[in-house]
């Protein structure tokens, strides 16, 4: 059985730093690649990015590129997502998955940017 968990969120004012991290079980890691989406209050699932299975190759919504980063540790099958320069609107429940398999995300963790 596919388990995620997410950790890392929390409250930061605007201009500060989060780092993500998604716990991966019941799945071979390494062979996937995997995302992180977000939703916000009130909207729809929201692709962030994306990396692939040997972590070599990551891409980004206009949104977030230049200040967030994915990377994985397939050691610690483990994914991460680097946020710098946060913004209020990236206000949202932040979500890792298999890429394109949102169904299996995990529960989240709520990211609040706000003075």
């Known amino acids: 059985e596919v388990q995620l968990v997410e950790s890392g969120g929390g409250l930061v004012p605007p201009g500060g730093s989060l780092r993500l991290s998604c716990a991966a079980s019941?799945?071979?890691?390494?062979?996937?690649?995997m995302s992180w989406v977000r939703q916000a209050p009130g909207k729809g699932l929201e692709w962030v990015s994306g990396?692939?299975?040997?972590?070599?190759?990551?891409t980004y919504a206009d949104s977030v590129k230049g200040r967030f980063a994915i990377s994985r540790d397939n050691a610690k099958n483990t994914l991460y997502l680097q946020m710098d320069s946060l913004k209020p609107e990236d206000t949202a429940v932040y979500y890792c998955?298999?890429?394109?398999?949102?169904?299996?995300r995990g529960q989240g963790t709520q990211v609040t940017v706000s003075s």
């Open positions: 019941g799945f071979t890691f390494s062979s996937y690649g």
């Open positions: 998955a298999p890429a394109g398999d949102y169904t299996r």
């Open positions: 990396i692939n299975s040997g972590g070599r190759s990551t």
